[in-house]
């Protein structure tokens, strides 16, 4: 008797993975669990994969290749948009499995995936240059990727939204993204904010750091040099992953020895926790004393972005660090990171409806996640991080996806 297997049974074994890594981060999944989910034994799920590398990669390629079939027949900026916004609502978990998870896969998959994305963005700058004979390849490039990164923002939220709303609403901040002049004259747009003072008198003005520190004296204050960790901790967490980063290397980004880290941490995980609080209060402290100076919310929405847009060309690190190890804290400090990304989200989405009463919370918070994953994701993806422009550029394509004139 030859015993069958369900028909459509690997499309219910991915569509389960991707929910379970998106929701709870792909450290936090065991193959036990995507068999539970699915109804079948953590044996049975090993005969379609043969392990969790296996299955995030075939997750993560089945969202690029429905974006890549989509993608292959927009001729126009109006097909460009309806292909994203259809893949960001049908494979919601994709953008944050990109950003999040797909570094976990081994080095030849990253890079082809990298390869893929940009082939995507390659075809796309190809067809809106066909409309905008003005721009050049570079400014086309630049305005394809923050369209990905508008759709992506959906893949943040945590409840889903109504889907027809949704595509309808993100083909809309398509459209808007891709018709951003990226040159000329930018009245009422405010520069990108510059550092504050630092929040403690011996904090550095950026938690990101080109080079190892030197070694500093014996003398050398103890609260200094825990500064200098916590700032050499968010960058080696986001370029190499909580996992990849030893203490000793630790040490060494500030002249240290690596058991000496324990002198300021008792664990390499509280350094983690202490860092992503670090940067958050910076955040917080720029973007808050922004808007609380403006006069009106209109001015207030503009000033937060310009310090928003500001913090983030200066702590590209922490942003990725944020979405890329928070899952790596303990249940306590992970809960404290999340409740600080709702309230601010709550703070955006109350400002923008004050601005555009005619917009309800859910589209409010489309939009501002969007803004989020546009502006995060545009100081991080070279070579356009290191445009002199970046920051005016940004402000521009963040007032389009809030929809302000």
């Not at 034994?41 to 429905?66: C, I, M, N, Q, S």
């Not at 905008?132 to 086309?140: K, P, S, V």
């Not at 904090?203 to 070694?215: D, E, L, M, Q, W």
């Not at 309230?343 to 917009?359: A, I, K, N, S």
Request: hydrophobic content about 45%.
């Amino acid at each position: 008797m030859v015993v069958r297997r369900p028909p459509g049974r690997r499309a219910q074994i991915l569509a389960v993975a991707a929910e379970l890594f998106h929701r709870s981060g792909y450290h936090q999944v065991s193959m036990s669990e995507v068999a539970a989910g699915v109804g079948i034994t953590a044996p049975a799920l090993y005969r379609h994969f043969r392990g969790k590398p296996e299955l995030l990669d075939h997750v993560v390629r089945l969202g690029l290749d429905a974006l890549a079939e989509g993608l292959r027949t927009a001729r126009t900026t109006g097909e460009i948009g309806a292909a994203l916004a259809a893949v960001a609502v049908g494979h919601r978990p994709l953008g944050t499995l990109v950003q999040r998870d797909a570094r976990l896969l081994p080095p030849a998959r990253r890079a082809a995936l990298r390869r893929e994305l940009r082939a995507d963005v390659t075809l796309m700058a190809t067809a809106l240059r066909a409309e905008r004979h003005e721009l050049t390849a570079a400014d086309a490039e630049l305005l394809c990727w923050s369209a990905l990164s508008a759709c992506a923002g959906l893949s943040y939220q945590s409840a889903a939204p109504q889907p027809r709303r949704a595509e309808a609403l993100l083909r809309e901040l398509v459209a808007a993204v891709l018709a951003v002049p990226l040159s000329g004259p930018a009245a009422g747009h405010p520069a990108p904010a510059p550092a504050p003072a630092p929040v403690t008198a011996s904090a550095p003005a950026s938690v990101t750091a080109p080079a190892p520190a030197p070694a500093a004296a014996p003398e050398a204050r103890p609260q200094a040099r825990r500064e200098e960790l916590l700032a050499a901790a968010v960058r080696l967490f986001h370029q190499r992953g909580f996992d990849n980063v030893s203490t000793d290397r630790l040490g060494a980004a500030v002249g240290i020895s690596g058991p000496s880290v324990y002198r300021h941490f008792d664990s390499k995980a509280q350094l983690l926790a202490a860092s992503l609080v670090r940067s958050r209060e910076r955040l917080w402290h720029e973007v808050d004393g922004a808007i609380a100076a403006a006069d009106g919310p209109e001015a207030a929405l503009a000033a937060g972005l310009g310090a928003y847009v500001g913090f983030a060309l200066r702590n590209g690190d922490y942003l990725g660090a944020m979405l890329s190890e928070t899952e790596r804290l303990a249940p306590p400090d992970r809960r404290a990171a999340l409740d600080f990304r709702r309230d601010f989200l709550r703070t955006w989405v109350g400002l923008l409806r004050q601005v555009r009463p005619e917009c309800d919370a859910a589209a409010a918070r489309i939009r501002v996640h969007a803004l989020f994953a546009l502006v995060n994701d545009g100081v991080r993806n070279r070579p356009h991080s290191a445009r002199p422009d970046l920051g005016e550029c940004l402000l521009r394509l963040g007032r389009a996806v809030l929809g302000l004139s």
